[in-house]
C-alpha cells in the first residue's frame, strides 16, 4: 500500500532564509508525486509534480522538488522563503491507474521577519 | 478560465440531518474527485466520478454517497450526519481519460455538524 510521510510537523524560518521540507513515501512503484499548498481557509494549489524524467523538477513561486528513489523521498526546497510563503505544505502520491491522490499529514511552514 | 467552484462555503447542520456539497469543474475536466479534510485524519479520498460513474471510492461508510451529472458537475451527499463528519470537504478536477493528470481544488465547503 502506498503512504507518505511527512516529519515535520511544523517548521519556522527566517525569512530570506532557505527552506527544506521533507516528504517520504512508500510505494511499489515509480511514483507519481506532488506538492501542495493550502493557504488558511482555502483550498490546495499544486506547486510542482513528478512523473517521470528529470528528478530536479521545477515549480511555481520559486519552489523545486528533488525525487530520489534511493531514499524514496521529494523534498521540497526554496532558496530564500518570504513571508508570503507561511501556509501548510501537503506532499502527496498518486496511485497508478487511478486518479485518487494519498496525501501526507503536511507541514505547517511559520515565517519570522 | 474559471477554477473549480464549489457551493455552499459555509454549512452548518444537526447530527442527524442530510446535507448535499456541490462541485463544478473547470470546463473541459471530466474528472471530479471528493476529499474530506479534518485535523485529526488529515487529507483522506471519498470519490472520483469520471462521465457521470464513479471510478474509484475510498474507505468511507456508505452514508457518504456522490453523484456526476453530463455536465460533470458533481455532488456529495452525507445523510445521518455525526459529529465526526465536521469537516472540509474538497472537490479537485483533473482532465480524466486513462493518464493521470493534475488536480485542481476548490475552496472546499467547511461543514459543522451541532
Known amino acids: 500500500a502506498q503512504s507518505v510521510t511527512q516529519p515535520d510537523i511544523h517548521i519556522t524560518v527566517s525569512e530570506g532564509a532557505s527552506l527544506e521540507l521533507r516528504c517520504n513515501y512508500s510505494?511499489?512503484?515509480?511514483?507519481?508525486l506532488f506538492w501542495y499548498v493550502q493557504s488558511p481557509g482555502q483550498g490546495l494549489q499544486l506547486l510542482l509534480k513528478?512523473?517521470?524524467?528529470?528528478?530536479l523538477v521545477q515549480g511555481i513561486k520559486g519552489f523545486e522538488a528533488e525525487f530520489k528513489r534511493s531514499q524514496s523521498s521529494f523534498n521540497l526546497r526554496k532558496p530564500s522563503v518570504h513571508w508570503s510563503d507561511a501556509a501548510e505544505y501537503f506532499c502527496?502520491?498518486?496511485?497508478?491507474?487511478?486518479?485518487?491522490?494519498?496525501f501526507g499529514t503536511g507541514t505547517r511552514l511559520t515565517v519570522i521577519p | 478560465k474559471a477554477g473549480v467552484t464549489q457551493t455552499p462555503r459555509y454549512l452548518i447542520k444537526t447530527r442527524g440531518q442530510q446535507v448535499t456539497l456541490s462541485c463544478s469543474p473547470i470546463s473541459g475536466h471530466r474528472s471530479v474527485s471528493w476529499y474530506q479534510q479534518t485535523p485529526g485524519q488529515g487529507l483522506q479520498f471519498l470519490f472520483e466520478?469520471?462521465?457521470?460513474?464513479?471510478?474509484n471510492k475510498g474507505n468511507f461508510p456508505g452514508r457518504f454517497s456522490g453523484r456526476q451529472f453530463s455536465n460533470s458537475r458533481s455532488e456529495m451527499n452525507v445523510s445521518t450526519l455525526e459529529l465526526g463528519d465536521s469537516a472540509l470537504y474538497l472537490c479537485?478536477?483533473?482532465?480524466?481519460?486513462?493518464?493521470?493528470?493534475?488536480?485542481?481544488f476548490g475552496p472546499g465547503t467547511r461543514l459543522t455538524v451541532t
Open positions: 510505494y511499489g512503484a515509480t511514483p507519481y
Open positions: 466520478y469520471f462521465s457521470e460513474t464513479q471510478r
Open positions: 513528478y512523473f517521470s524524467g528529470d528528478t
Open positions: 479537485a478536477s483533473t482532465r480524466g481519460g486513462g493518464q493521470m493528470g493534475e488536480q485542481y
Open positions: 502527496a502520491v498518486v496511485k497508478a491507474g487511478a486518479n485518487n491522490l494519498f
